[in-house]
């Protein structure tokens, strides 16, 4: 009887240590990546009302908070400068004491959208990535990428977790991981310095479209039907993806508040059902992927949709979402845009050369936010246009020396008088002037000119250092 009386108070005693015991979101945990020479926000669970006293190992600094009546503890701690070498943090409360290990310190990045962010560098079934086998065999633990990938799920509510873990650059690791956004951290590396680790929280899923991924409070204000969040349980998972803010509840708000250096975002395919209602939701999206982490206007740098032309029905729409998707730029501060329109694949939704489309993010943030690429990194921007009688004249930005290529006729270029209907063009950036002048006799004298207005177009308009031009429309509009 005695013996039974110790094990039930050891059991009592072992429940409520494990009750009081320190305790993490996934995000908080062995292996992972804080940013640099910032206030990194840790957050978790502690005995309700105690003091959580965090202790860094790279400084003798030591810092404490208070939870709150439930356990809840946030707190935010400077980091150094980055560097490959791994740290240790440890917490403890009144009554516990944990310890996160393997820690670096570098730049972190949130990477999101649908399956072609999603696609993995060991890619889909039939369709591969270019060069995935040799960046899965050339991975190795001890070069300083790290990756985090979200799992999938839905929720009619913003929830406090998720499920995933900080993965070393393994072979198999790198296998996994979405290739757009592991391309773009080996270019980061590549170029801030091989002991500059990049940290990647990766939380995509394929055939999304932005509704989803929308807080349940900017749905409402759009208009957005969000009536069937408490019914998700009683919804097929298919189902339960389209539903405005599912996503956002499950795999972005669980990612809040990790301090990130900024935002990737590969999505669009399935938003060319309505191009315009996109063009009123992306800047929204932003926003409030913004405001949740609550870093002020941290940087996006999106894809631009590939040419491919299976649609279907919806083929019209797909060069209206693209110059949907251009608008972006000038309607928030801190966007950027990849384009990709000379590396898509008319019969495949999903290119295999996902290296150029991450390094072609990279460019955006080593040119605005490293200070190093001072070069090049959008491709032409269309400034405006120039009637001179007998041609319209169309000048760019961005151009990085010039828009190329020089006397040869360029494809896909369509101009429209005063009618409105647009004629096959003559284009060609002449070597006199290095200008893009449009010729069309049908047009009379030229209102407005379109470029690569077609679901899978040719580029034929670059900069300097040969990346192409975002399709196109002179005045701005979606035709």
């Not at 990546?33 to 190992?57: E, H, I, M, N, Y």
């Not at 908070?65 to 240790?88: C, K, L, M, Q, Y």
């Not at 040799?134 to 990756?147: F, G, N, S, T, Y």
């Not at 394929?206 to 208009?223: C, D, I, K, N, Y």
């Amino acid at each position: 009887m005695i013996s039974r009386i110790i094990l039930s108070i050891l059991l009592c005693l072992s429940t409520l240590s494990a009750a009081a015991k320190i305790q993490f979101p996934a995000l908080i945990s062995d292996n992972m990546v804080l940013q640099q020479k910032t206030d990194a926000c840790l957050w978790g669970k502690a005995s309700p009302g105690s003091t959580v006293r965090v202790s860094p190992s790279w400084t003798k600094d030591k810092y404490s908070t208070a939870a709150d009546s439930e356990g809840r503890w946030t707190i935010n701690v400077p980091t150094p400068a980055a560097s490959a070498t791994g740290h240790s943090i440890t917490i403890s409360d009144n009554d516990s004491k944990a310890t996160i290990n393997n820690v670096l310190v570098g730049e972190v990045w949130y990477c999101s959208g649908q399956s072609n962010m999603e696609m993995p560098m060991r890619g889909y079934k039939h369709q591969p990535v270019d060069g995935g086998l040799d960046m899965i065999l050339q991975a190795r633990e001890d070069v300083p990428i790290r990756m985090f990938t979200v799992g999938k799920t839905v929720s009619p509510v913003p929830a406090g977790d998720c499920n995933g873990s900080w993965k070393l650059n393994t072979p198999g690791n790198v296998a996994e991981c979405s290739a757009t956004a592991y391309y773009f951290a080996d270019e980061l590396r590549r170029v801030l310095g091989s002991d500059v680790p990049v940290g990647l929280i990766i939380s995509a899923w394929g055939g999304t479209s932005v509704q989803p991924w929308l807080s349940a409070e900017v749905a409402e204000a759009e208009g957005l039907d969000i009536s069937r969040l408490p019914q998700l349980s009683d919804i097929s998972e298919g189902e339960a993806i389209r539903i405005p803010s599912t996503l956002y509840n499950s795999m972005a708000a669980p990612v809040f508040p990790f301090t990130v250096k900024g935002m990737l975002w590969y999505q669009g395919e399935n938003n060319c059902n309505d191009p315009e209602l996109y063009e009123r939701l992306m800047p929204r999206y932003v926003e409030c992927m913004r405001k949740g982490f609550g870093l002020g206007d941290i940087p996006f740098y999106y894809v631009q949709i590939a040419p491919h032309d299976a649609y279907g029905d919806l083929t019209p729409n797909v060069p209206r979402l693209r110059l949907a998707q251009s608008h972006l730029m000038k309607q928030l501060p801190n966007c950027g845009m990849a384009v990709t329109l000379d590396i898509g694949n008319c019969y495949c939704i999903h290119p295999a050369d996902k290296r150029d489309v991450g390094k072609r993010l990279a460019y955006w943030a080593l040119a605005k936010d490293y200070g190093i690429n001072s070069f090049a990194c959008s491709g032409p921007v269309f400034n405006h246009m120039e009637w001179d009688g007998k041609r319209a004249l169309l000048f760019f930005d961005n151009t990085g020396g010039g828009v190329s290529p020089l006397e040869q006729e360029l494809d896909g270029f369509e101009a429209a008088g005063e009618d409105g209907v647009y004629h096959q063009a003559r284009a060609i950036v002449e070597c006199e002037t290095g200008t893009l002048s449009i010729y069309c006799k049908e047009a009379g004298e030229i209102k407005k000119v379109r470029y690569a207005h077609s679901a899978c177009p040719t580029a034929s308009l670059f900069d300097n250092y040969g990346l192409p031009a975002s399709p196109f429309v002179t005045d701005g509009s979606l035709e």
